[in-house]
């Protein structure tokens, strides 16, 4: 059933099936996270730290610290202020807070002043015995809210300049971080399987994406297909170097965080898988729908097209994205670790050493891994959109098949002096 809407036509059937389908991607990962979710494991504490208003600044003193020889070497500053916690059990209470910054410590924040949002921690239990209330600590700044804002302006922005296709854009976000964070980090804390919930992860994001954005389509299907063998063959070479490299999936110097991961059970082996396959997804994905829509709009457009000319187009233009999306990933992995690397020489690691330390293998594992994921989903996705689009033609290599719909010709010339880019060279030569 269609009616009709000024000159575009509105299929009822169609708009159900979208409607149900988003329903269903969205209860999904709701599912999933009842299902994965354990009080115990995730947000199991109350925090350390409460969320609070500066309202007065008290006492402010600075002071040059000196070494054994007199020569200033810093400042140190105390502020002393009073703050209105936000939430937790402190909730609407004034506490006094001691702000200290020395000149000794590697780090030093910033001072507060009135109405910053901040983090503040309750004083030991020792000293919460004393006559006289203890000053509380200030733990740092809270940064949430600014960031709210800066989600909230990008997703605006989004909405701004891609209207349908913004919001739609904006609601496979939240999905794709909630599936994430609310569902396969839970279930890596509660014991699960990180391998098969990074797979599962993977195969929600990709399918979730493409549905909501593009629809029902071969187009969305090409895309699907294409992208999901892409990830599959990133996930392969991961394992496979893995064994290779003998990396352990220690990844991280901080002994501290390997030991929590190590007490609650985690395999740190299928971490580095799933940062890997989840790393290098939309870089994947991109490419795959690019592939797919392009070929998509060569083959409605074309008068004569071919499997063979289709495959060939895909893969002429996977060669024009392939250098700039080899570059995004790369350059993404090496922009988060330039202070890492800094620091790695500045402490005199030669060059064997630099390339051999498991943290740095990690990083250039995934830049590889994720960049032949892309070279290959190319050709994949080329093959797959061409063989749908075509349909049973696909077999019929090297003949020229008019279309049954000539109407979608329209925009094609079907008279040229030059033979068409499907068409084989020589085959309507031959009886001239």
């Known amino acids: 059933m269609q009616k009709e809407l000024g000159n575009k ?22 599912i999933a996270n009842y299902f994965v979710f354990d009080e115990k494991t995730v947000f199991a504490g109350d925090g350390a730290s409460y969320p609070a208003v500066v309202t007065e600044i008290v006492y402010e003193d600075a002071y040059d610290q000196l070494d054994d020889y007199g020569n200033v070497i810093g400042v140190n500053e105390t502020v002393i202020f009073k703050c209105e916690i936000t939430d937790g059990q402190y909730e609407g209470k004034t506490v006094v807070v001691t702000q200290e910054n020395l000149a000794a410590e590697i780090i030093t924040l910033d001072a507060v002043g009135v109405g910053d949002r901040i983090l503040v ?27 709210m804002v800066l989600a909230v302006a990008f997703a605006v922005l989004l909405i701004a300049f891609g209207r349908t296709k913004g919001l739609k854009t904006v609601v496979t976000l939240t999905l794709t971080c909630y599936a ?15 391998y098969l919930w990074s797979i599962l992860c993977c195969v929600y994001i990709i399918i979730m994406t493409l549905v909501i954005v593009s629809g029902y389509s071969k187009k969305t299907l090409a895309a699907i297909i294409g992208c999901s063998s ?23 110097e901080d002994i501290t965080t390997v030991m929590n991961l190590k007490t609650l059970g ?18 994947v994905m991109d490419v795959s729908v690019s592939i797919s829509s392009s070929l ?60 051999s330390t498991e943290y740095v293998v990690t990083e250039v594992l995934q830049m590889l891994v994720g960049s032949i994921g892309i070279l290959l989903t190319i050709p994949l996705t080329a093959i797959v959109s061409s063989a749908l689009y075509m349909g049973k033609q696909s077999f019929d290599f090297g003949f020229k098949l008019p279309r049954s719909n000539s109407k979608k010709d329209k925009y094609y010339i079907e008279v040229a002096e030059e033979p068409s880019l499907f068409e084989h060279n020589g085959k309507e030569n031959k009886g001239k």
């Open 230 to 252: 892409g990830v599959a063959v990133a996930g392969l070479l991961v394992l496979l170097s893995s064994a290779f490299l003998h990396l352990t999936g220690v990844a991280t």
């Open 121 to 147: 921690m309750p004083p030991m239990e020792e000293e919460s015995d004393r006559e006289i209330e203890p000053s509380w600590l200030f733990a740092g700044y809270n940064r949430v809210t600014p960031l």
């Open 296 to 355: 998509k709009e060569i083959h409605d457009q074309v008068e004569t097209p071919t499997f063979k000319g289709l495959v060939k187009s895909g893969i002429t233009i996977g060669r024009d994205i392939m250098g700039t999306m080899a570059n995004t990933l790369v350059l993404a992995y090496i922009g988060c670790e330039v202070a890492t690397t800094v620091i790695l020489l500045n402490i005199g690691t030669s060059l064997h050493e630099l390339f």
């Open 266 to 283: 985690v395999n740190l082996k299928s971490l580095t898988f799933a940062g890997i396959i989840l790393g290098s997804l939309g870089a």
């Open 9 to 30: 036509q509105f299929d009822i059937k169609n708009f159900i099936i979208y409607a149900v389908s988003v329903v269903v991607l969205i209860a999904l990962p709701i």
């Open 180 to 194: 994430v964070f609310l569902v396969f980090v839970p279930s890596i804390l509660s014991g699960f399987n990180p």
